[in-house]
């Protein structure tokens, strides 16, 4: 058995912990910048009323590209942060099958979480005007790009992480992971009912801490086993 070079997998690791903490970071950011550059105003709810949501992008316009942007540079840090992810495998196992779910989550719920930075800087971009009856269609475009699409990709991208560390990850963390798994997938039926909309915020902000814990495990798995 030859023994991994330990200072690359502690440096591989340590840039894993840090692509979760900005992804979280950066998303955290982008929520609060709404109130910073707009005291007062809150982000309405999608299915709330059309004039809500209209009074909200057009008087706060600055805001929505400012959220936007730092919601952009979330989305990269969580590609990013698949793409070392995507490299960490139990020691001997040749299956490729959980990288590849782990690549393909991370890339589909970045992918997913860009479009919708892009469509609300869109709504809010400088000079746009009142679409009239279309607004309600594309409010609705960041919200379903943002919450059931970057749900149903996380949910691949978590179940790609516990089968590839499953060993590393067990106990609270590992069944925290499966939790998360679930509800991301159910937060996908929002498009069908509101009933399940809870699931959406859960799956996020849990989901966030759950992937910083989840790299600082497989952290100390990169820096010891052999192969």
Known sequence: MKRKDPSLNWHTSRVSVAFAVL???FFVASLAAIPLFAPG???PNPFGSDEAGRAFVLHNAEAVRASACLQLISAIFLAALG???ANCRQAGDENAMPSALTLAGSIGGAVSLAMAALCSWALGSPGAVDPGSAFRTLQFLPFLM???GWAAFFALFLAGVLWSGGKVLAGWVFWAGCFLCVTSGVAVFVMLTIFVSA???ISRFLG???LIVAATKLKVRAAHFDE
Do not use: S, V
């Open 83 to 85: 793409a070392t992810l």
């Open 23 to 25: 992804h979280a970071g």
């Open 146 to 148: 943002g919450g059931p």
């Open 208 to 210: 966030f801490l759950w």
């Open 199 to 201: 699931c959406l915020p």
């Open 41 to 43: 105003a809150a982000i």
